[in-house]
């Protein structure tokens, strides 16, 4: 059974920093596209970063130079890094795992298995 569960959530003001955290069981992070989406209210849920097992990284134009995707692979644990917030990444995010492939394209069919998706809240 594959279980995706995040942390590291919470509110912090705009130009601050939050290190989210994805731990898996079920799944091994090195060998599956790992990916982090965000949602928020009224909005349809997008791609943040995704990471592929070769190591390939995917972000949007809306995070680049900002937000950091890494794992961990002893713990089986995925991260993001977000610095330099903004009010507008207010959000749900969600940790995603999907396929075996070697290339991840940043889009939710990419993926099979969401977390439960942890708040993150920018002020400004």
């Known amino acids: 059974q594959v279980q995706l569960v995040e942390s590291g959530g919470g509110s912090v003001q705009s130009g601050g920093s939050l290190r989210l955290s994805c731990a898996a069981s079920g799944v091994s992070v090195s060998s599956r596209c790992m990916g982090w989406f965000r949602q928020a209210p009224g909005k349809e849920r997008e791609g943040v970063a995704d990471?592929?097992?070769?190591?390939?990284?995917i972000y949007a134009d809306s995070v680049k130079g900002r937000f950091t995707i890494s794992r961990d692979n002893a713990k089986n644990t995925l991260y993001l890094q977000m610095d330099s917030l903004k009010a507008e990444d207010t959000a749900n995010y969600y940790c995603a795992a999907g396929s075996y492939g070697g290339y991840c394209p940043l889009d939710t069919r990419t993926y099979n298995y969401w977390g439960q998706g942890t708040q993150v809240t920018v002020s400004s």
């Open positions: 990471i592929s097992p070769n190591g390939r990284t």
